[in-house]
């Protein structure tokens, strides 16, 4: 640029002027001095104007290049936008980043250089800023956006566009609900994000938009209004997240749990599994195995894979040359099969995935809460290539829920066997039994017959008492086998408990059976070496015939028992047939009703109280109260014989009233005396819940004695109310209402359905003792008992296991996390008065431990019955 003015030296006005204004002017003549250099050049040089009017223009520090083509008039070098940067060193150290700028002016015929300088450090760091902030915003992978308050897009990074396929023009100007909300943005969250902005701390959301191509995105928005000093919000500042993985995981884990909680069976959960997965990552074909205790493969799901494939899968056993699967199981690691043609684990199993262009596969196992391997998770793909980072995240999801799925139906498995089948001996039991006999007279032809043998062995009391338990157990097992072995298959051979067994023979001519039978016995009787002793086997059989003594089920058993007595007092070892002539049990059974009625109108039965012992501080849980009768004539006579005969004969609704009754009255003396007894539980018969009155017996029982209803339990067992809609399902629900507690007796022994058991108004479960004895030998029983604790405890009910009788059952039934036990390890039932020494002795026990764990003697205390909780002496 070239100014025209006439003589410069003159011109005072244009000094004082340049002299003022804000920018620096330097003014060198043609002989490269300064001849002008004004306030604002002083403070920018550090150098003063008198020290450089008249020096050389190379004091003004620029380097060589710079200053020769600011004083070459013919190149316009600053002629750019913003002139050139510089950093001018001031003589005190310090530095100045400046904006030069140069024009030429002529005057009288020569030319002079104006320099002007802009001090730029301000600017500069501001510039610095703003390119730092954008290079952050746009490294980051969520979405940055900044809005005017009206919500017109002024600002987005990188990631924004990577999300949504705007840049940041096309995005510029735009409001940002027009430019992403869509059909099925909900209007509702944007009101509510609208709200977020207006709130000081801002907030979140997860809202359904669209990108650029109108493809759906869920996105978490993170939505904060930047105000002045007034308060005015000036932008708005949001951090969108796309959650679309995240929210499909978690439908993903809806809807197994989902499948899960409506107890739909395992095959139907995979599979919906598999197809969830093959929607959200469509690259990939998906299989779930389950892997058994024997370390068997059972496909589950596997919806895209030929059904021939997995059904030849079915009952391979795991190993590291088993494919992708079978070596995921074996070493409990992830496998990948990155070629299934050339991999040798894939040998024997690559054709039908290839013929169906399946070429890799990458195998995960699934792990149980012990870390055992219960199943694989599988991924084929079409490719031959690894897993992708989202492929990782939902098989992180999917082991989690397979392990769910595959130990809930290990758990029903063991507890339908445990329902359906003699532990000891793997025989079916009395309640599939009476199934299995139900199943054959109903397929039963005319004319022909179906027999069935009662078997009790003799003599097997003195096998258990002279050679012990395990004798007995291992004696048992050996009948059984040996039974088993003379049957043929269709036959039926069963266990009803203790020493009785039962053997159906569906489908024969009544001539058939005494020769079977008498073939039976005679196997039987082969000697049998336990403990180094030969012990004799034999069994005493009773037969009745179907259709010919009887036609239902009940009666053909108590005919064989009868006969099965007749055998042995006819010498025991042998085999009698019913018949009619056998009735002598009637009469004795009639002199029973008899007696029980007159005990029940003179108030000669009792209830005795068996403690219930918490296993955490062994403080008392409760009692549970048992019938006794004790009568003049027959002697004692246990519940297991007269509560079921009060059953038959329609005692037991007097038998409960009673009980609930005198329940309540001990109670009452009790809490009078200041004995803490926190409840009774009582035990009451299925029928007795046919009796829609029972609520409000319940509640007068409770109310005569003026007792909370939490001081009574009510024990019923797996029979009552299968069925929602039945009276005893009401007599339940009513009774919860009145809140009074419903504990699950027997648990283990009967029907168990689990999600039935989830939909029942009870507070408690109680394992059967059953299961005790061989709590410490076997690690079935052992599975089992965890495996109620742990239903228990997902359903929130306390466990309580009763007959435990040894240290060795506590200590396990504690460590496994069960509450409470109840057994003779404690205390037997005992009358009410021999339990109040019980308790009081028991109390003092604890008392005394706990003082000795404190430090303090405990003087005089009562000889220590089993204390829970305190150090065993
Ligand atoms: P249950 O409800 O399972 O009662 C537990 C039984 O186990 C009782 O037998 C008890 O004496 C016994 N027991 C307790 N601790 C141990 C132990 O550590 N080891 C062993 N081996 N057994 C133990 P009990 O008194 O002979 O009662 C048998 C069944 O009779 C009871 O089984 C219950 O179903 C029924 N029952 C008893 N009292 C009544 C009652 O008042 N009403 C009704 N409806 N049924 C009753
Ligand atoms: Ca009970
Ligand atoms: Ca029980």
């Not at 380097?63 to 070098?77: C, G």
């Not at 027009?178 to 009101?191: E, F, M, S, V, W």
């Not at 629900?733 to 007796?745: E, K, P, Q, T, Y």
């Amino acid at each position: 640029m070239r100014q025209q003015t006439s003589s410069f030296d003159d011109q005072s006005l244009w000094r004082v002027a340049l002299d003022h204004t804000r920018d620096a002017a330097v003014i060198i003549d043609h002989d490269h001095r300064i001849c002008f250099f004004n306030q604002a050049a002083e403070h920018i040089w550090g150098l003063a104007s008198t020290e450089m009017i008249g020096s050389a223009a190379d004091r003004l520090g620029l380097d060589a290049i710079t200053l020769e083509r600011a004083l070459r008039p013919d190149i316009d070098v600053f002629a750019s936008e913003h002139g050139l940067a510089i950093d001018i060193a001031r003589p005190d150290g310090t530095a100045v980043s400046a904006e030069l700028t140069r024009s030429t002016i002529g005057v009288d015929g020569r030319d002079y250089v104006l320099v002007t300088a802009r001090d730029l450090t301000t600017e500069l760091k501001r510039r610095k800023g703003i390119q730092l902030l954008t290079a952050i915003a746009d490294r980051t992978n969520r979405a940055v956006l900044v809005t005017d308050p009206d919500l017109t897009i002024v600002y987005t990074n990188a990631a924004f566009e990577g999300l949504f396929g705007y840049s940041i023009d096309e995005a510029k100007g735009r409001n940002i609900v027009d430019l992403l909300a869509g059909q099925h943005t909900k209007l509702r969250t944007i009101a509510s994000l609208k709200k977020w902005i207006g709130e000081y701390h801002g907030g979140e959301e997860e809202i359904l938009v669209y990108d650029k191509h109108g493809e759906e995105i869920w996105i978490s928005a993170d939505v904060k209004a930047l105000r002045n000093a007034q308060g005015d919000i000036t932008q708005v500042f949001s951090l969108l997240t796309d959650i679309s993985e995240t929210r499909q995981l978690r439908m993903l884990q809806q809807l197994t749990l989902g499948a899960l909680a409506d107890d739909i069976p395992i095959i139907d959960v995979a599979e919906r599994m598999c197809r969830f997965v093959e929607k959200i990552a469509p690259d990939v074909v998906c299989s779930i195995l389950h892997v058994d205790a024997q370390g068997v493969v059972h496909p589950l799901g596997g919806p895209s894979l030929p059904d021939d494939y997995s059904r030849a899968l079915d009952g391979h056993s795991i190993g590291p040359q088993v494919g992708s699967c079978g070596a995921a199981a074996y070493f409990g690691k992830p496998v990948l099969a990155i070629d299934l043609a050339t991999d040798p684990r894939w040998e024997a199993f690559k054709t039908r995935p290839l013929e169906i262009g399946l070429r890799a596969c990458w195998s995960s196992p699934i792990k149980a809460q012990d870390g055992r391997v219960i199943g694989t998770f599988a991924f084929y793909f079409r490719a031959s290539r690894p897993p992708s980072r989202w492929h990782r995240r939902i098989v992180d999801a999917c082991l989690h829920l397979g392990a769910l799925a595959i130990e809930r139906m290990e758990a029903r498995a063991q507890i339908n066997r445990l329902a359906y089948f003699d532990m000891l001996t793997g025989l079916p039991n009395r309640s599939r039994l009476r199934d299995l006999i139900a199943a054959a007279t109903s397929v039963c032809p005319d004319g022909r017959t179906i027999a069935l043998a009662f078997l009790d062995v003799d003599n097997f009391k003195d096998i258990n008492d002279t050679l012990g338990h395990a004798a007995g157990d291992a004696f048992l097992v050996e009948f059984a086998r040996r039974l088993r072995d003379q049957v043929e298959p269709g036959d039926v051979v069963g266990r009803l408990g203790g020493d009785e067994f039962v053997v159906v023979l569906p489908d024969r001519a009544p001539a058939e059976v005494e020769p079977i039978v008498a073939r039976i016995t005679e196997a039987l009787m082969r000697p049998f070496v336990l403990c180094n002793t030969q012990v004799p086997m034999s069994a005493s059989v009773g037969i009745s015939l179907y259709p010919d003594n009887a036609s239902d089920i009940d009666t053909l058993i108590n005919q064989a028992d009868t006969a099965m007595y007749r055998a042995k007092r006819s010498g025991r070892s042998t085999y009698r047939l019913f018949s009619n002539d056998m009735d002598g049990v009637a009469e004795q059974r009639m002199a029973h009703v008899t007696a029980l009625r007159a005990a029940l109108a003179s108030n000669r039965l009792a209830l005795h109280y068996q403690p219930q012992i918490r296993t955490a501080d062994g403080a008392l849980h409760g009692v549970e109260a048992m019938a006794r009768w004790h009568d003049p004539v027959l002697g004692f006579v246990p519940p297991t014989k007269f509560i079921p005969l009060a059953e038959e004969c329609g005692l037991i609704d007097q038998i409960a009233c009673w009980s609930i009754r005198e329940a309540c009255r001990q109670m009452g003396i009790w809490r009078d005396q200041g004995l803490d007894v926190p409840s009774i539980s009582l035990n009451l018969s299925p029928i007795n819940f046919e009796n829609a009155g029972l609520p409000a017996l319940v509640a007068q029982a409770l109310a005569t004695h003026q007792l909370p209803p939490q001081a009574l339990m009510l024990e019923v067992t797996e029979g009552v109310a299968q069925d929602n809609r039945s009276v005893a399902h009401e007599t339940m629900m009513a009774l919860r209402r009145i809140g009074v507690g419903l504990s699950l007796d027997d648990f283990g022994t009967g029907y168990s359905n689990l999600s039935r058991l989830a939909q029942l108004p009870i507070r408690e479960l109680k394992i059967d003792r059953g299961f005790m004895s061989e709590l410490a030998s076997s690690p079935t029983a052992r599975a089992v008992v965890t495996t109620v604790v742990r239903v228990g405890q997902s359903l929130a009910l306390s466990v309580v296991a009763e007959g435990v009788e040894t240290e060795a059952q506590f200590q396990l039934l504690s460590d496994l996390g069960c509450d409470v036990v109840q057994g003779f390890l404690y205390a037997p039932a005992l009358a009410p008065d021999a339990f109040e020494r019980w308790l009081l002795d028991y109390s003092a026990c604890r008392a005394g431990a706990m003082m000795e764990r404190i430090g303090v003697a405990a003087k005089d205390s009562p000889v220590p019955s089993r204390v829970a909780g305190s150090q065993r002496p």
